[in-house]
């Protein structure tokens, strides 16, 4: 295929030169080439955004419900080529994919119906009291709205759901703020694809054509011009911890500074509570390792921590895992980049005085497989050097055996902010786990108990955020409905004319929304 950029639905293939993704099967170029975006192009998708932020931020609930359902459909329309070309760009299984296509579709269409309902707005109206005492009251009316044109950046471990029309695209554009999206280079054919749809989807709305541009490219210049471009006013980012904080400093030194929703790095810890591990210590070993490896390790919320009270039980589960482990094929990482930093991580873990290996899984066969591990060490060690705690993105996960509850405890409290935390735990373990929640609750922006992180749901309640370093603004998530909350900015109008005011806010309602009338819901 031959790759654009995509300014609007202006295509060009005029950029600063070109570049291939890898097959990370089998670590080849792939002969498609895509131009590289310059910042004459983020200059222009920007200034595009910008003129189509009055009419798209104020239009109808109904017409961006209808929008975002038409994107749905529009990816749906691609067909299997979708999968064919992720398949070949990320090394992820079809099986995988499709779920994730799904996953994409399922949360356009959660976002449609969120927006029709029109609770998001938080419409809201005091009368005016002429008569109160001793002073009278003015009227009152505000609601919600869009922030402005939004920067995305797409994420390597999901090249469809957290990626071009992913959870941060579709909360923007459902906000009300339109989308500059800088492509991800692991994957821009794949990319492209979603890209047009979006774009074939605005014009059969009818919508201003800068509602969303595209922007490929491999430079971390093009990413810091888009971050930098006095037209946007919010970033969201899925990657590193360098690239989430190279960003907020990039946002922070502008004359306007503006928010950056970056979630970047998590060691998500599981605790494995004395009664249950007692009880159940062999399962837990499979199990966690069916966790560890699933998609070669390389989600945000993997488990990289483990932590339990030292002793017998704490052996079983190690003997269970090592043994589970120790068959588990070698499964292919998104890009060379990232296999190289994961065998870092791993010979650090291997080379460090107070480490010892438990396991590793099967010796891959091609270039860029991830070989498992599991390490462990004691809670005194881990204590005393910070680098134990530090994530390793990919299938690996470090054991620490504490001595008591108190050591546990301390650990915790030394933890940076994780996206999840979760609980191994039975009846018998309630007292401890409620010592330990209070801590958990500082630290995590999800606690489970007696599961596996690694399944997010895409839902109303769900958090898939935390205090940093899990991300930039512990106050936010970016998967369920909650994350349109990133992109909106409360407006009020005070004694303003009914010709004047916005549809949400008119007398009549004639958008037949909620509003709240004195605190009280109409």
Request: charged share 20%; glycine share 10%; aromatic share 6%.
């Amino acid at each position: 295929m031959d790759g654009v950029i995509l300014i609007g639905q202006q295509e060009t293939r005029e950029g600063n030169g070109f570049f291939q993704a890898t097959d990370p099967s089998s670590g080849t170029l792939i002969e498609a080439r895509f131009p590289e975006a310059t910042a004459d192009h983020v200059a222009a998708a920007c200034a595009l955004a910008n003129v189509a932020f009055d009419e798209y931020a104020m239009l109808a609930p109904e017409k961006t419900a209808q929008f975002l359902e038409t994107i749905a459909e529009e990816i749906l329309a691609i067909g299997d080529d979708l999968i064919v070309n992720a398949m070949q760009e990320s090394g992820l299984p079809r099986a995988r994919l499709e779920g994730e296509r799904g996953r994409t579709v399922g949360q356009l269409r959660l976002f449609a119906a969120l927006v029709r309902k029109g609770e998001w707005l938080d419409a809201r109206l005091d009368p005016a009291l002429p008569d109160r005492q001793p002073m009278p009251r003015v009227e009152l009316r505000s609601r919600k709205i869009a922030v402005g044109p939004v920067a995305v950046f797409g994420a390597s471990n999901f090249p469809l759901a957290f990626s071009v029309a992913g959870g941060d695209t579709v909360a923007a554009l459902a906000a009300g703020c339109p989308v500059v999206f800088k492509g991800h280079p692991a994957h821009p054919a794949t990319g492209e694809l979603v890209a047009k749809a979006i774009g074939r989807a605005v014009a059969k709305c009818g919508l201003p054509a800068g509602v969303f541009s595209y922007l490929p490219g491999t430079t971390h210049k093009l990413g810091g011009a888009l971050a930098a471009d006095p037209n946007i006013k919010a970033v969201g980012f899925t990657g590193s911890r360098a690239g989430g904080l190279a960003l907020m400093r990039i946002a922070a030194s502008r004359a306007e500074p503006i928010p950056v929703y970056a979630e970047m790095s998590a060691v998500n810890p599981v605790l494995l509570l004395p009664a249950k591990l007692a009880a159940d210590a062999e399962a837990l070993g499979k199990a966690f390792i069916a966790s560890l490896t699933m998609g070669a390790g390389q989600f945000c919320t993997n488990p990289g921590l483990l932590l339990a009270i030292d002793g017998p039980d704490t052996d079983r589960f190690t003997a269970s895992a090592a043994e589970a482990l120790a068959g588990n094929a070698a499964l292919t990482m998104l890009t060379p980049g990232i296999h190289a930093a994961y065998c870092k991580g791993v010979d650090a873990l291997s080379a460090h005085a107070s480490v010892r290996l438990v396991a590793r899984g099967l010796v891959g066969e091609g270039p860029h497989q991830a070989q498992a591990a599991l390490f462990e060490t004691d809670a005194a060690s881990f204590l005393a050097d910070e680098a134990l705690g530090a994530e390793i993105f990919g299938s690996t996960s470090l054991l620490v055996r504490c001595r008591d509850a108190e050591e546990l405890k301390r650990i915790l409290s030394k933890l940076e902010g994780q996206l999840t935390a979760t609980l191994h735990m039975s009846a018998a373990d309630e007292q401890l786990a409620a010592a330990l929640m209070p801590l958990l609750v500082r630290k995590v922006g999800r606690i489970l108990a007696n599961g596996w992180p690694t399944g997010v749901e895409v839902s109303h309640a769900m958090v898939h955020g935390g205090p940093f370093p899990a991300t930039s603004d512990g106050r936010s998530t970016s998967v369920g409905t909650m994350a349109i909350e990133r992109f909106l900015r409360p407006v009020c109008f005070q004694d303003i004319a009914d010709a004047l005011l916005p549809e949400a806010l008119k007398s009549a309602n004639p958008l037949s929304l909620p509003l709240r009338v004195d605190g009280a819901l109409k």
